[in-house]
């Protein structure tokens, strides 16, 4: 790998100079969306024990973040490829590290609900134009998949250093403080990215669609909403309306992409059956992976009693896993196939989420550990495989688009998972036999039931605690036997909708679409 990464000569065709060092601007924006994304889940006891929100509020506060971006990212990608992705870029990271702050210093959950739908807003502008800019930055196509590869491992690197740094920060200051770390990230990138980041876009753009980004966002928000509260509280008016809103407001977008000469999608990129595979299998991947990334925190601190940077420590074997899989994944699958490597790291995922319906209160670390890091080389194979597959079957001027409905696919997965599978864990867990005269706030949270222990005698405490803890825990090993299911029928539905999908050699023409 070494030879790969040295200087090349600027004679050489299609290789821009400074071009490694241009990657390693978008590694640190990539580390700014990951690391907020994983520090939450460290903070979220923290949180729920200063602002006491509802168990509806926690999980607002956990996937407001996801359902703005998913919203807004189609839309932002397209932005990019209008007036510059190297401008999105630097604004958007601008703008993500000033909201941080107001998260960290939310004193409501009101607040921080809207807080972390600003930052939605924000970081919607960040993740499709580092990957559309690796499309314009690296021409030749192995190249192209070893930055893929190193994007995807530093956005793994940062899910591990967001958990150590967030459970370090927690240990000896208040909450706020994971949200503020995203302020000297920030700075570098803004300052050094000026610099040496090239700007790129599409050279023939049409007009901006207020109309269509209106659509797509309503739309989207509508139906994830819809779901989250029909998983919530069952079917009622309000959710069946607001998602009936969301379906028709995405059929008017979808109409009136296809009815304009320039759209903000262009919807023929669907008719890639490599494209179309790569998008449905990161939808499904990071839908079946949700529930346990999200209570997964909340499993090691309040269940297992770890501290903060403990429970940080304990989820690094999924890290190092993806990041090792994430850098040799392109070489891997040009040596067997594609469909081999995604649905062999999404069997992988999901056999290791079987194991984890196996959890206790007592469940060793060797077991948790090992299904962790069976979690991230599996993770690590696919999704890199699958980016790299959406960015090369598209032409480099679609590349903001291409980009943004992968990671449309991704922060909806996402949303959806937390909607639905974190609704399961918290149904649940409201159900478990509480003493006589019990406050109605440890039905809510796990962090609600640790906080009323705190004030009772001992042996109720004991009572409460245990009932709540193994409630919480039967939840959680439901929400991963889901999750298996999922990733395992996703993972034989990927088989064959890649069949003869290849990743192109160096010097090889994009896909026709």
Do not use: C
């Amino acid at each position: 790998m070494t030879s790969t990464l040295q200087p090349v000569a600027v004679a050489e065709v299609g290789k821009r100079p400074g071009r490694w060092l241009a990657l390693s601007v978008l590694v640190l924006a990539v580390l700014l969306v990951a690391v907020d994304a994983t520090v939450l889940g460290l903070a979220t006891p923290f949180i729920s024990e200063d602002l006491k929100p509802s168990g509806t509020q926690l999980l607002w506060i956990g996937d407001v973040y996801s359902f703005v971006i998913a919203g807004l990212l189609v839309s932002m990608g397209s932005l990019g490829d209008r007036i510059g992705r190297k401008k999105l870029l630097l604004v958007g990271a601008t703008a993500f590290g000033l909201i941080s702050v107001l998260n960290a210093y939310a004193k409501t959950p009101e607040l921080m609900i809207l807080a972390r739908a600003l930052l939605g807003v924000a970081g919607a502008t960040l993740m499709p134009a580092t990957l559309a800019l690796i499309r314009n930055i690296f021409h030749d196509r192995r190249e192209r998949s070893l930055a893929i590869g190193v994007w995807g491992a530093a956005a793994s690197g940062g899910a591990a250093v967001g958990p150590m740094a967030g459970g370090f920060l927690l240990e000896h200051f208040w909450w706020g403080s994971v949200f503020l770390i995203n302020l000297p990230v920030m700075v570098v990138l803004v300052l050094v990215g000026i610099k040496l980041l090239p700007e790129s876009r599409n050279p023939h753009p049409g007009p901006w669609d207020l109309t269509s980004v209106g659509l797509s966002l309503v739309g989207v928000i509508g139906v994830v909403y819809a779901v989250k509260e029909t998983a919530t509280h069952g079917l009622s008016w309000e959710p069946m309306s607001v998602g009936l809103l969301g379906a028709a407001a995405l059929y008017g977008f979808v109409r009136r992409q296809l009815a304009m000469l320039v759209p903000l999608l262009d919807m023929r990129l669907f008719r890639n059956r490599g494209f179309s595979a790569a998008v449905f299998a990161d939808l499904l991947t990071v839908f079946g992976l949700s529930g346990l990334v999200f209570f997964l925190s909340q499993y090691l601190q309040l269940v297992q009693g770890r501290p903060p940077f403990e429970a940080g420590l304990a989820e690094l074997p999924a890290a190092i896993g993806a990041v090792g899989a994430g850098l040799i994944a392109g070489s891997v699958a040009r040596r067997y196939s594609v469909r081999a490597v995604v649905s062999g790291g999404l069997t992988a995922v999901g056999l290791a989420l079987g194991t984890l319906t196996l959890l206790s209160q007592s469940t060793g670390y060797p077991l948790l550990g090992g299904a962790l890091l069976v979690v991230g080389v599996g993770a690590g194979f696919s999704f890199t495989v699958t980016a790299d597959v959406i960015l090369g079957g598209v032409p480099k001027e679609q590349a903001g688009a291409a980009s943004a409905v992968s990671e449309t696919a991704y922060e909806l997965g996402a949303a959806l998972g937390i909607a639905l599978l974190g609704s399961i864990v918290t149904g649940v867990y409201r159900d478990f036999a509480a003493p006589a005269g019990t406050p109605a706030a440890a039905h809510e949270s796990l962090g609600g039931a640790v906080e009323t222990a705190a004030g009772l005698p001992a042996e109720t405490s004991e009572v409460l605690l245990s009932a709540a803890r193994q409630s919480f825990v039967d939840g959680l090993t439901l929400a991963a036997g889901i999750g298996a299911a999922v990733l395992l029928a996703t993972a034989t539905a990927v088989w064959f909708l890649l069949r003869g999908q290849k990743l192109e050699s160096a010097g090889e023409k994009g896909a026709p679409l």
